[in-house]
């Protein structure tokens, strides 16, 4: 027997708790995980029994935030799945060039055709390796923009904010890149870079839960919201992605994961040519 024992109906109560907070889909599968959980948070509390700690976690508002912030899975690397964002940027860039602002530091927004700033939301930013590798690809092609990055997990964005990170998170990054927008650490830092201040001013960090906070009033050019749908049933992600559809601008983008798909629900995004993973409002 495990150190900790749950019963299935606490399981189930689990599984829903967690669910209605977060949107993420626990399969009766994902007992030893969920139990692997509990242990972390139960020696954090210094609660030594299950049943106290469940106890002490269903009535416990702060306790149910550090429970799903142990329960997201937070992988990110700088660069994942870039050609979306390549493709993303080729969009934008055409975009500014309409407005009429030449090749380089041009601004522009879709939909209104005012020249301003590019407005992007990265709706589940983990540790912030995607808005940052956005900002970086953005600031090369010399547009002016902002990014607002959003997750439930507090501790992730504590980790973004911060922006330091191993050496393998950034091996994807071109070298050239890699020189341009990064400190390389020495001493005992070494083995981790630091993202440069010309890169994390264009990125405000905030949290925000997709499942339960009302979507910000702002429209936005572009949403990503890539490799978090995958813990979502069906109902939630449609849910999510009807809701992103209000904070777009018109002719705007929705980039979802590679993994992910819109098949079999009802929203109103078009779908682009041969950019499975990129829809418009
Ligand atoms: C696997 S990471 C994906 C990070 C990044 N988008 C990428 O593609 O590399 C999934 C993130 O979604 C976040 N998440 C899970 N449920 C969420 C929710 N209801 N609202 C906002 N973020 C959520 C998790 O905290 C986690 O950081």
């Known amino acids: ?24 889909h626990i399969h009766d599968g994902k007992m ?49 799945e870039n050609r979306s964002i390549e493709n993303m940027i080729r969009f934008l860039t ?36 995607e808005p940052y590798s ?15 990055a959003t997750d439930i997990s507090h501790s992730v964005l504590n980790v973004a904010i911060k922006g330091i990170y191993s050496s393998e998170r950034v091996k994807n990054v071109p070298v050239p890149l890699l020189h341009r927008y990064f400190q390389k650490g020495n001493g005992k830092q070494s083995g981790f870079v630091r993202v440069k201040k010309t890169v994390m001013e264009h990125v405000a960090f905030k949290k925000f839960n997709l499942v339960t906070d009302a979507v910000p009033q702002e429209q936005y050019d572009v949403v990503l919201c890539r490799n978090v749908m995958i813990y979502f049933d069906n109902a939630t992600t449609e849910n ?11 002719g705007g983008l929705f980039i979802i994961g590679q993994a992910e ?4 629900m009802k929203h109103n995004f078009k779908s682009l040519k041969n950019t499975p993973s990129t829809f418009q409002k």
């Open 240 to 250: 999510v992605i009807n809701r992103l559809y209000h904070a777009l601008k018109p």
């Open 94 to 129: 055409d975009r500014g060039s309409m407005t009429g602002k030449g090749n380089a530091s041009f601004h522009g927004a879709v939909g209104n055709g005012v020249a301003s700033s590019f407005k992007l939301w990265c709706a589940a930013c983990s540790t912030g390796d």
């Open 261 to 264: 798909s819109l098949m079999n």
């Open 1 to 24: 027997m495990s150190a900790i024992d749950i019963s299935n109906k606490q399981f189930k109560t689990l599984a829903n708790l967690i669910y209605s907070e977060s949107g993420i």
């Open 32 to 80: 030893e995980l969920l139990k692997s959980k509990i242990a972390k948070r139960m020696r954090a509390t210094r609660i030594s029994s299950c049943s106290s700690y469940l106890e002490y976690l269903i009535d416990n508002k702060d306790e149910i935030i550090e429970f799903i912030d142990t329960v997201t899975t937070n992988h990110s690397f700088f660069f994942r």
């Open 134 to 148: 956005v900002a970086i690809q953005l600031l090369e092609r010399g547009l002016d923009f902002n990014i607002l």
